[in-house]
Each structure stands twice: as structure tokens, then as C-alpha cells.
């Protein structure tokens, strides 16, 4: 079993794959922790100029929260967890070197609100992209009902965070989430190392200073209501049947079903 992150440096751009291909690299607390350890090291480091974030395998660049490390948990474990995931998005978006995300693949969940955390995303034309937390009877925690907001128009936003509707990679880019026009998976890697050769070539106090000056800052009290209301959501028992539901490969029979 190889390491939960792999870590690869191609002269100034340092690639970061989220190494959990049977899991569909599914974010547990070890994974958070790790790239928030990684992100930490390259900010330190006087060679990494540019961060690419990829995950392993063909199917996807990360499906979301880990679905065993929720199921079960009660409020204050929930909110624990998502707190802990909003940290790591938080790291990626205030990191000094700048973070590219190459996404091939699905997206979903916590894998889209990694995206969001990104400062450039680029995708295969195979991707998808989507919070699906609606349907389970949740609501995204790790920052997405903030960050959508500032990546696409507020109506394409609400649409996603009501409906939990997928986008393909060619409406990601029209509405925003994309930094560029979405390629072949073949030529994806190629694309991402592009565009981080690109940015790695500039002046290291440059860069910081447009990143410092371009970052749009979330108010902390908004991400720490936002984990709250997805600690109550993941724990209440519409939450834990939507998450045992979509284990089960079912539809979730919520409360008001169960009842009438």
C-alpha cells in the first residue's frame, strides 16, 4: 500500500495525488491531515513555486468525504470532522504558492469543494462536477456554500446546492468553475503542467503579492455556521439515512416519508 498522498516534484511544480484509487480518493481525517502537513512543507520550501492537486486512477479526482468516517457520528463528531475538513480547504486557499487542481473525473462532494479551494482548476472533458449533499438530506461543510458563491453566478449556485444536479466539464467552464476550456484526458497532465510552468516562472514575491491581493477571504463566522448546520444535517436521521442509503445503493426514505 503506497502513501495516502504521493508526492512528485517536476523542477519548481510540486504534484500532490490524493492516492486512494479503491475509494474513489475519498477524503478521511488521515488524508486531511496529510495534505495539510504537505501543504505546509512546500510553503516552506524554497523550490516549490507551483502546487498541483490530481487524484489516482481514471475514475476520479476525489468523490468527496469519506462515507465511513461520517456514518454514525452524532454532532459534535460530525461538526469535529467537517471543521477539520474546512481547515485543510482554508490551507489550500491561503497557500503562498499558488494551487493548481487537475481534475479528471468525478468531483462531487468535499472533491468539489477541494476544487473551489483551488486558485486555477483544469479538467478532462470526461469530468463531473456537482454537491450532491441535497439528496442524502446534507448540506456541503467543507466551505462549499461559501466558495460556489464567488466561483459561479448566485443562481447556478443555489441550483447545485438545492438540487445536488451534476455539471459536465463543457457547463463547468461555461459557468465559471473552470480556468480553461476543458481537453482530453489524454492531454490533461500535459495541460496542468503547462499552466503551472507558466505561473512557477514568475517571481516568487509577485506571485505571493497577487495571491494576497486577489484572495477573496471567507469571514470565519460564515464557515463556522456552515459547519455547524452540516454537523446537525449529518447526524439528524434524514442525514444518516441519506449516507446509508447511498451505501446501499438505494433512494433515502426521509423522515416525512417514514412518517406519513
Not at 476525489?62 to 485543510?88: K, V
Not at 438545492?162 to 500535459?190: F, I, K, M, Q, Y
Not at 506571485?207 to 460564515?222: C, Q
Amino acid at each position: 500500500m503506497g502513501a495516502l498522498i504521493e508526492v512528485d516534484d517536476d523542477g519548481p511544480v510540486r504534484s500532490l495525488t490524493l492516492n486512494r484509487p479503491d475509494r474513489l480518493n475519498a477524503l478521511n481525517r488521515a488524508v486531511l491531515d496529510e495534505l495539510d502537513r504537505l501543504l505546509t512543507e512546500a510553503a516552506a520550501t524554497d523550490t516549490a513555486k507551483c502546487i498541483v492537486i490530481r487524484g489516482a486512477g481514471d475514475r476520479a479526482f476525489c468523490a468527496g468525504a469519506d462515507l465511513e468516517e461520517i456514518r454514525g457520528l452524532g454532532p459534535a463528531q460530525a461538526h469535529e470532522f467537517i471543521r477539520r475538513g474546512q481547515r485543510t480547504m482554508s490551507a489550500i486557499e491561503s497557500s503562498v504558492v499558488p494551487v493548481i487542481a487537475e481534475v479528471d473525473g468525478f468531483a462531487l462532494g468535499g472533491g468539489f469543494e477541494l476544487m473551489l479551494a483551488c486558485h486555477v482548476a483544469v479538467a478532462s472533458d470526461r469530468s463531473s462536477f456537482g454537491l450532491p449533499e441535497a439528496r442524502i438530506g446534507c448540506i456541503p461543510g467543507f466551505g462549499g456554500t461559501q466558495r460556489l458563491f464567488t466561483a459561479a453566478s448566485r443562481a447556478t449556485a443555489f441550483h447545485l446546492l438545492l438540487t445536488g444536479d451534476r455539471v459536465d466539464a463543457e457547463r463547468a467552464w461555461h459557468v465559471g468553475l473552470l480556468s480553461l476550456p476543458p481537453v482530453a484526458a489524454a492531454n490533461l497532465p500535459g495541460s496542468a503542467r503547462e499552466v503551472a510552468q507558466r505561473i512557477a516562472a514568475g517571481s516568487r514575491a509577485g506571485t505571493r503579492n497577487v495571491l494576497e491581493a486577489g484572495r477573496r477571504a471567507l469571514r470565519r463566522p460564515a464557515l463556522e455556521h456552515e459547519a455547524a448546520l452540516a454537523a446537525i444535517a449529518i447526524s439528524s436521521a434524514d442525514g444518516q439515512e441519506g449516507i446509508t442509503a447511498f451505501a446501499e445503493r438505494r433512494s433515502p426514505v426521509f423522515d416525512r416519508e417514514r412518517t406519513s
